[in-house]
DNA sequence: TTGGATGCAAAGCTTTTGCACCTTT
DNA sequence: AAAGGTGCAAAAGCTTTGCATCCAA
């Protein structure tokens, strides 16, 4: 793991008054160590694990909490619920919307780009924080899946 | 209203075999004459005024419906709910965090920056449709409202 | 020490579903 | 005439909240 990240977020969190629960930890320590975007129940069911007696509760309260320091984003998925992405570089999102799974794509040019979006919106008044950005679709295996099901 | 928009939109419902119908046409209408981004209730409550015994759950309904035929995009509020949008030509989203607004900011640019975003995705494969791009931030007017509450 | 955080359970929403009736094709 | 869609109400999910207990600072 890279352990800027959480260091980073550790501050944020003090630097906001926020206290430093061990729920807290391991809910960002895994959110930075993975980047398959989970669920809210997926986060829960993993912590609940090695954690016993962790609460649903408090997984949506951190959530709602990281969220709000712009510590992670939010991407809606199209079977209704949210996943979970800890904000450390901008990147761009392919969100498949046949098996819901979210592709990240790195590219160098993306900075660029998100920083001109960004200037976009200052030009109008407005102070921009984080980026959501998806590109909807079909992934290549749900293509093959969904080819031989005709 | 952009007639052409709405002819597009019923023949795209119809070469889907799906079948045209009072309700569908209001949503649809009403979708492409506000760009004011409406949560599933305001939608509801404006529509329910002219169209009495309007059902919530033909609103829902309809709106899963657009959104797999693309005809809509779905905008995540951090209020927990969403925000619909006529999915016409693609455009900038800023999303205010404080205030929930959603504006639209046009740019000549930006169908250049989609076009480069989804071809990313195509080189893994990836079959993109929509793009779901917005900048999280603070609007104008809460800047002002956040700071006199100090 | 003490205000903030957690866990549990209950409440509150939002969204979907079942079914009888109605409408488009 | 038949397949599909609608409205209503009930069910199902998801998310938040109240409160007693616990713990980080």
């Known amino acids: 793991m890279d352990n800027k990240q959480y260091e980073q977020a550790m501050d944020r969190l003090k630097n ?22 989970p669920t809210v129940e997926t986060i829960f069911n993993v912590l609940d694990k090695t954690f016993p007696n962790l609460s649903m509760a408090t ?12 510590l992670i984003i939010e991407l809606p998925s199209i079977d209704g619920g949210y996943r979970y992405d800890f904000y450390d570089h901008p990147h761009l999102h ?3 919307d046949n098996c819901n799974k979210i592709i ?3 590219n160098p040019r993306f900075t660029e780009i998100e920083q001109e979006l960004k200037d ?11 980026s959501s950005i998806s590109i909807h679709g079909i992934c290549k ?6 080819a031989k099901n005709k």
Chains 1, 2 share one sequence.
């Open 104 to 106: 990240d794509i790195e």
């Open 94 to 96: 392919a969100t498949c």
């Open 59 to 70: 997984v949506y309260n951190n959530l709602r909490l990281f969220k709000k320091l712009n």
């Open 16 to 37: 906001n008054g926020v206290r430093i629960t061990p729920q807290r930890q391991i809910i960002l320590k895994y959110l930075i160590e993975n980047d398959n975007h």
């Open 120 to 130: 976009e919106t200052r030009e109008v008044g407005f102070k921009p924080t984080v």
């Open 141 to 146: 295996e749900c293509q093959v899946k969904l």
